[in-house]
């Protein structure tokens, strides 16, 4: 983890927490349904910490599904967004690495998008402190779906833009499993399901624009090439409605 880049990438992402509220995605019902069948339990009285909250959206996907959710954000624009759109959620000031947390005091922790920004040499014991006998730890992402042309067009157009390697345009192998199992010497169960959206373009640009390597740009970079894009993806969508397509990425950390 580089610290450096790490922090100023937070620091971004805080910055731009209304915009990430407005037009980042969910997440398929099928999620949920497989991180329940890895808890063994239904969620529905669950007691659920989620680490990296953000803006509430996966801890509102939690609620809708009858768990007692307690949401941990570092961020205090984040933070605020979630008070707002979930007034009744416990909210923690916090992150993964030194979980403000009781020992023994959830069910399950989960990490939507946020995962990545933790030491796992220190955010895995803090997760098996915190999880009850028998509970799990979850961490999942939105992934982009290299299968469909524009946007793995799109992919390569913001690594260029950013000055970064694209990602490779194949579905990554097992090698976060591989590493999340061998720090921590449990079963991991990893699922990989692919979903979409439809959304107007406008807010498929602002979705774009919260991306880390954008957010870190000087603003006028930035919206270069969010101009650039919009002119480029009327012509593939004319309606003005864009269809996002997922792959979402999670692993299950099981028998802590």
């Given at each position: 983890?580089?610290?450096?880049?790490?922090?100023?990438?937070?620091?971004?992402?805080?910055?731009?927490?209304?915009?990430?509220?407005?037009?980042?995605?969910?997440?398929?019902?099928?999620?949920?349904?497989?991180?329940?069948?890895?808890?063994?339990?239904?969620?529905?009285?669950?007691?659920?910490?989620?680490?990296?909250?953000?803006?509430?959206?996966?801890?509102?996907?939690?609620?809708?599904?009858?768990?007692?959710?307690?949401?941990?954000?570092?961020?205090?624009?984040?933070?605020?967004?979630?008070?707002?759109?979930?007034?009744?959620?416990?909210?923690?000031?916090?992150?993964?690495?030194?979980?403000?947390?009781?020992?023994?005091?959830?069910?399950?922790?989960?990490?939507?998008?946020?995962?990545?920004?933790?030491?796992?040499?220190?955010?895995?014991?803090?997760?098996?402190?915190?999880?009850?006998?028998?509970?799990?730890?979850?961490?999942?992402w939105n992934t982009t779906a290299f299968g469909v042309p524009w946007l793995r067009a799109q992919h390569e157009r913001i690594?260029?833009?950013?000055?970064?390697?694209?990602?490779?345009?194949?579905?990554?192998?097992?090698?976060?499993?591989?590493?999340?199992?061998?720090?921590?010497?449990?079963?991991?169960?990893?699922?990989?399901?692919?979903?979409?959206?439809?959304?107007?373009?406008?807010?498929?640009?602002?979705?774009?624009?919260?991306?880390?390597?954008?957010?870190?740009?000087?603003?006028?970079?930035?919206?270069?090439?969010?101009d650039a894009e919009r002119e480029r993806l009327r012509a593939d969508f004319p309606d003005g409605v864009v269809e996002e397509?997922?792959?979402?990425?999670?692993?299950?950390?099981?028998?802590?």
């Open positions: 983890m580089n610290d450096v880049t790490d922090g100023v990438r937070s620091q971004a992402f805080d910055a731009a927490a209304a915009h990430y509220a407005e037009s980042r995605p969910s997440y398929p019902p099928a999620l949920l349904d497989f991180v329940a069948a890895c808890l063994g339990r239904p969620l529905a009285g669950a007691r659920v910490a989620d680490v990296g909250a953000g803006t509430g959206i996966a801890t509102a996907l939690l609620r809708e599904h009858g768990a007692e959710v307690i949401a941990v954000e570092p961020g205090a624009a984040m933070a605020a967004q979630l008070r707002r759109a979930l007034p009744d959620v416990p909210l923690v000031r916090g992150d993964g690495n030194a979980l403000p947390l009781a020992d023994a005091s959830c069910d399950l922790v989960t990490y939507a998008q946020s995962w990545q920004w933790t030491d796992t040499a220190r955010s895995v014991p803090e997760a098996r402190r915190v999880v009850r006998a028998g509970g799990a730890l979850a961490v999942w690594a260029r833009h950013c000055g970064v390697a694209p990602r490779p345009v194949t579905r990554p192998d097992d090698a976060q499993a591989i590493r999340l199992a061998g720090l921590t010497g449990l079963r991991v169960a990893r699922r990989l399901l692919p979903w979409g959206r439809a959304v107007p373009l406008g807010t498929h640009l602002a979705n774009v624009g919260s991306r880390s390597a954008l957010l870190v740009l000087e603003p006028a970079a930035r919206r270069a090439f969010l397509r997922y792959v979402v990425d999670v692993l299950v950390a099981g028998e802590l």
